[in-house]
């Protein structure tokens, strides 16, 4: 594509924004994929007093939903869920919800979005804190898929033992679920 003629985008034509945003959807579409497995080869490294880094973590989690016959969606969630846990240590579910949004179901986009949540009840009464925090959410038609999804897909995946699949392995999944058009309102790409 020509470079557009100006520096600020008020000056932006019909005809120049339909030619970035083909430039970008090529761009954008084509490294996606990568630079999601290259996002989440930043979790490799220390245990952090784990028995696995936090990328054996998420191998084991999406393998773990893939052998036990999970929707497409919900193995690429288990896969991504602690994905945003190097940039975003604070709020890594809404992160990785926010990532995964345009492109998954209502049911994984939620359970991935609150699964840090849910987490809790392993642990948060360690802290003095409420390990039935989740119960807030006792309403939502996915509180039990939550639930389900640390126990099952969380929580038990920090086993070194465990044999994981490759992340190659995931990427006609990842591939899938990140080809679809955006599910977010107003969004062209």
Known sequence: MQEVGWTEMKYGTRADYHGLNAAFEEHARGALVDNLFNLLGLLKGPNLGYQCDR????LQSGTRALRNGEPVDFVVGAL?????????????????????????????????????????????????GDRDARERYQDSPFYDRCVDFCAEYDQNCFDPSYDVMELEEFRPLVVEVFSRPSRVAGVAY
């Open 55 to 58: 990328y054996s973590h998420s």
């Open 80 to 128: 991504l869920h602690d994905i945003a846990d190097g940039f975003a240590p604070e709020n890594h579910s809404d992160a990785a919800a926010a990532l995964l949004a345009p492109y998954v179901d209502d049911e994984t986009h939620w359970v991935i979005k609150h699964h840090g949540i849910f987490q809790g009840y392993y642990y948060f009464h360690h802290f003095d």
